[in-house]
């Protein structure tokens, strides 16, 4: 039979093309190096970088295919206009690195600004011209550089002062506790919220800096700054604000005793509970110079928190997207609740005209009770609600400041007259990671699932990975952390976040090496579950492993080790037997806990080795490779029963750890996959009994045997135990447990942790693999698995090297695929031959497989091979639109 009609391949051609262009214009990404690639530690020109040493990033692109990057020179200057390198030329470097490249000019100073630009030479020695400009500025990296004490006595503070003369450039560094809003000349600096990022506070602060060049004038200036509770529960302002004028002058404003201090219309305020703003108490012009402050009184010294300072190198929390009600019901008079279609994390801002002192009540909810009303049930004791006492002088705006709740669903009371869809909107507000992947395929469901673990995920980055938004909890249990890394890795830009995070669980470790379930560590215990410890050395390897991070190996080799050698030092034969709190949690099948607790004990030696391996520590990688044989061996004895060929109680999760890890030897392998089958496929009908550990492995290891098919029945069940199931439910962010619950326990309805699945969407449905051995992109392994029904699937993701897109379409006898693989990438795409006859493979028109031979030619392709059951195409980098036809 003929191949299928060509119309219909060109039209799906057509729509890959679109969709990719589609893409690429999006991202603004033009010129030989996107000018939003120019990064430094992972941030695009950020202020406040407390390193020594940076690195920078670029993405070179190139309009040929099998291109690569040979040599680099970086200019970076103080000077705006970046000509000359006078803080560092590097020269012509020859080298293919254009990710963590260090820093080697002059040493940097305190309060600095650097401009930077770079070109590149590709493989055949052409230059490309100089990218545009990016900046990055120091933070204060002494802590002598600090002139000002910690402040307080009151929630608003002011200061004014001369500036005499023009202002050339000002950085403001405000490390305001809990949470701070620091106001200039009337106006609010920057578009952070929440600020500072939480902390283990006696051990670090993180302080914020601000370019307000703009914000200030010659002669009288004031600043004013707003603090709330947050999560260290007190207030407390350390600011510096450096001003450099024409003519080379610097000054400094700093907090002291002549700052003033009044408690000002934030009259309560709680992360849990809400925020009460009673505008009457409102003083207009406070954060403007002339202001009269009679009845301030001066600001008290406080004592700040007792950890060092650090610059916040992340991401700042802002309001992301806003959210127009869907409806607004009246389920009693004057009870008016808002539905805004999703649950997210964040408030509400509110609009309404009305008498002075009326008082509108804002409660928060993921749930309705039957007869319309908000259910809070599930938020425990957090209160959720925030009051707005009106001021009475026209329309006011509003919404809070030092508060977030997790909702869907907003209760209006107390609102004067009847409110309209205009009076509530919804504000979505989590850490500022942008957006890095995308993945879409044929099978709503999936859609469907995409969505909820992409809401769940974002709105649970409040500057840690939270288990929840909602409840009295919130907090950064590591268990969840862990489970969803790879997952956030794909969909988002997390290295700078993850690099902080890191730093804090680093920040709990004691010195008999144990670390904490939560980190900063209010709840849970120390030590950790291993499962929620393991986050320590899985995060770090992930930074590794998709991003190419070695600093943070070389940085984290010594507290990892310690981790591990407690670990060691709580083992009995070899396993951690008595050693676990929550194991496989909230698992429909219990799976003891010890196994658990073993398997990682294991995989974080297995790190430790790997991690010594990349360091060039060879003898400690094979003490540790040695180590993590024997408690292979351990694990196999303890826990395999040759009777049943199951591991531990042969619950899906026992036997999906052995085999995920190969803790199986070869001749156990095979039952131990027969019985997770049959526990599946059959015992089950194709629905998961796991928790959240469980999960995580499991869909990874039926692709590796060979069964995607399974997985995706999996995947895209709907009914209980399922991701579906949810979705059916009602879901828009995943859910903390299987079960549809709405009570007073634990059962939040946004709790990101079986959201591991994302990842499995973009290695085994859209394609997209790291190479076993080579990090972060360099090498891929395109190998989308095309099961059942399933007829197009495609993800994209913007790596640290560059965008690796794997879009496919099949047909009945013929195949479309998209690929496009970074500069200085090399990728394998493997399609399969569909048991097809007469197989033809070609690239834009130009045939690469014919009469079972590789034809060469097409550009960029670099050779196909036939395996029994697939072509692999190897290639340079590019963009390919591969068609396969066969009878
Ligand atoms: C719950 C948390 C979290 C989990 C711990 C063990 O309180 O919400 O998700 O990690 O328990």
Not at 58 to 85: L, N
Not at 682 to 711: C, P, Q, W
Request: charged share 20%; hydrophobic share 40%.
């Amino acid at each position: 039979m003929p191949f299928a009609i060509p119309v219909k391949a060109l039209i799906v051609i057509g729509l890959l093309t679109f969709c990719f262009s589609l893409t690429r214009a999006a991202a603004g990404e033009e010129g030989p190096i996107a000018p939003a690639a120019l990064r430094c530690e992972y941030l695009i020109n950020p202020l406040g970088i407390d390193v020594q040493l940076p690195r920078l990033f670029w993405i070179p692109r190139h309009p040929g295919r099998g291109q690569a990057q040979t040599a680099y020179q970086v200019i970076v200057s103080t000077v705006p206009s970046c000509e000359k390198g006078d803080a560092w030329d590097s020269g012509k470097v020859p080298s293919a690195a254009f990710t963590h490249v260090v820093y080697k000019g002059k040493s940097l100073a305190s309060d600095g600004r650097y401009y930077w630009k770079v070109r590149y030479w590709d493989k055949d020695g052409q230059e490309s011209p100089y990218s545009a400009v990016a900046s990055f500025g120091t933070g204060l990296l002494t802590k002598g550089d600090w002139q000002g004490s910690w402040i307080g006595g009151a929630n608003q503070l002011r200061k004014e002062f001369d500036v005499p003369g023009s202002v050339v450039r000002a950085t403001a560094y405000v490390c305001g506790l809990g949470y701070h809003e620091l106001r200039i000349n009337g106006r609010k600096a920057g578009s952070n919220v929440l600020d500072p990022g939480w902390t283990t506070y006696d051990t670090r602060a993180l302080y914020v800096a601000h370019d307000v060049t703009s914000m200030l004038k010659a002669g009288a200036n004031a600043v004013g700054v707003m603090l709330g509770d947050g999560w260290f529960k007190g207030k407390a302002l350390l600011f510096q604000l450096n001003i450099e004028l024409a003519g080379g002058k610097t000054m400094s404003v700093v907090s002291d005793a002549t700052w003033k201090a009044m408690s000002g219309p934030v009259v309560e305020d709680s992360v849990y509970n809400g925020e009460t703003y009673d505008a009457r108490l409102e003083m207009p012009g406070w954060d403007e110079p002339g202001f009269a402050d009679k009845g301030w009184t001066k600001a008290a010294a406080v004592a700040g928190p007792r950890g060092v300072l650090s610059a916040q190198m992340m991401p700042p929390i802002r309001v992301m997207d806003t959210l127009v009600p869907l409806k607004m019901t009246t389920p009693r008079p004057d009870v008016y609740v808002f539905d805004m279609g999703q649950n997210a994390s964040g408030w509400a801002r509110l609009r309404v005209t009305g008498a002075r002192g009326a008082a509108v009540k804002l409660r928060f909810a993921e749930l309705l009770y039957s007869d319309g009303m908000i259910n809070q049930e599930n938020l425990r004791s957090a209160r959720a609600q925030d009051v707005y006492i009106l001021k009475g002088e026209g329309e006011e705006a509003w919404e809070p400041r030092f508060t977030y709740h997790g909702f869907r669903y907003v209760e209006v009371t107390g609102f004067p007259g009847v409110p309209t869809a205009d009076s509530i909107r919804g504000r979505v507000v989590h850490s500022s990671v942008r957006q890095a992947g995308s993945f879409a395929a044929s099978k709503p469901v999936l859609n469907g699932i995409q969505r909820i673990v992409t809401w769940g995920q974002k709105t649970n980055l409040h500057s840690i990975p939270t288990d929840c938004n909602q409840r009295d909890e919130r907090m950064g249990w590591m268990g969840d952390a862990q489970g969803t890394a790879e997952e956030a890795l794909m969909n988002f830009d997390m290295a700078a976040f993850y690099t902080n995070f890191i730093r804090d669980i680093r920040d709990v470790q004691d010195a008999a090496g144990t670390i904490t379930d939560t980190v900063p560590h209010i709840w849970g215990s120390r030590p950790a579950d291993p499962a929620w410890g393991t986050a320590y050395p899985l995060l770090c390897w992930y930074m590794y492993r998709y991003c190419g991070d070695t600093r943070i190996l070389e940085e984290q080799y010594p507290g990892l080790k310690k981790y591990v050698e407690f670990l060691r030092s709580k083992a009995e034969n070899g396993l951690l037997l008595k050693y676990s709190y929550y194991g496989d949690w909230v698992a429909v099948d219990k799976t003891p806990g010890a196994i658990v607790s073993s398997f990682y004990y294991y995989y974080d030696v297995k790190i430790l080795s790997d991690i010594a391996q990349v360091l060039g520590n060879a003898a400690e990688a094979k003490a540790y490779a040695k180590l993590a044989e024997d408690i292979k061996a351990a694990f196999h004895k303890e826990y395999f029963d040759p009777k049943t060929g199951n591991y531990a109680n042969g619950s899906q999760t026992a036997n999906a750890l052995a085999l995920f890890l190969e803790l199986a030897p070869d001749d156990a392998r095979g039952a131990a996959w027969g019985n997770l089958f049959d526990n599946l496929a059959y015992k089950n009908a194709s629905h998961l009994t796991t928790g959240i550990i469980g999960t995580k492995y499991i869909m990874e290891v039926l692709t590796r045997f060979g069964n995607s098919d399974l997985a995706y029945d999996v995947a895209t069940q709907t009914t209980y135990p399922s991701w579906g199931y949810m979705i059916e439910n009602g879901a828009t962010t995943l859910w903390e447990l299987w079960q549809r619950r709405e009570g007073p326990s634990m059962n939040s309805h946004n709790h990101p942790m079986f959201g591991s699945v994302g990842v499995w969407f973009y290695k085994a449905l859209a394609g997209i693999n790291l190479d076993p051995q080579v990090a972060a992109f360099e090498k891929i392994r395109l190998e989308p698995q095309m099961v059942r029904d399933l007829m197009f699937a495609s993800g994209a993701v913007d790596t640290i090297r560059g965008r690796v897109v794997s879009a496919w379409r099949r047909e009945d006898r013929s195949l479309a695929m998209e690929a496009v693989v970074p500069v200085g990438s090399e990728a394998e795409i493997v399609l399969p031959k569909f048991n097809l006859r007469n197989i033809v493979l070609s690239e834009g028109g130009k045939v690469v497989w014919a009469d079972k031979k590789y034809v060469s030619g097409a550009e960029g392709v670099r050779g196909v091979e036939e395996t029994a059951s697939a072509l692999v195409i190897k290639a340079g980098s590019g963009r390919y639109v591969f068609e396969l036809r066969g009878e």
